[in-house]
């Protein structure tokens, strides 16, 4: 059962790590499009910054949260514990 948990987790993580990157590289594309209607300016700039803020942007942010959540899955079935104090925290203590 265990190294059933650990495929699926893995292969989750797999999306986990596309879904990011892919939500991250769509984010960066925001700034260059804000930055082109910078340079462009007056009505069309208007027209791609509504388009960006009112359409683009909340479908990216349901996105990520989709694929944030994934990721959280993906720990959950191998087991893995975040930000918690375990046997790794020793190493980092003063001598």
């Known amino acids: 059962m265990k190294e059933s948990m650990l495929k699926i987790s893995a292969a989750i993580k797999k999306a986990f790590g596309y879904g990011i990157m892919l939500s991250l590289f769509l984010g960066g594309l925001t700034f260059f499009a ?9 009505e069309t700039a208007v ?4 388009v960006v803020y009112n ?3 909340p479908v990216l942010i349901y996105c990520t949260n989709i694929f944030v959540a994934l990721g959280l899955v ?3 079935f191998a087991g893995e514990k975040a930000l918690t104090v375990g046997s790794g925290a020793e190493k980092y203590k003063k001598k």
């Open 74 to 76: 993906a720990m959950y």
């Open 55 to 57: 359409k683009f942007i």
């Open 34 to 42: 804000y930055v082109a209607a910078l340079f462009i300016g007056g």
């Open 47 to 50: 027209t791609i910054c509504d």
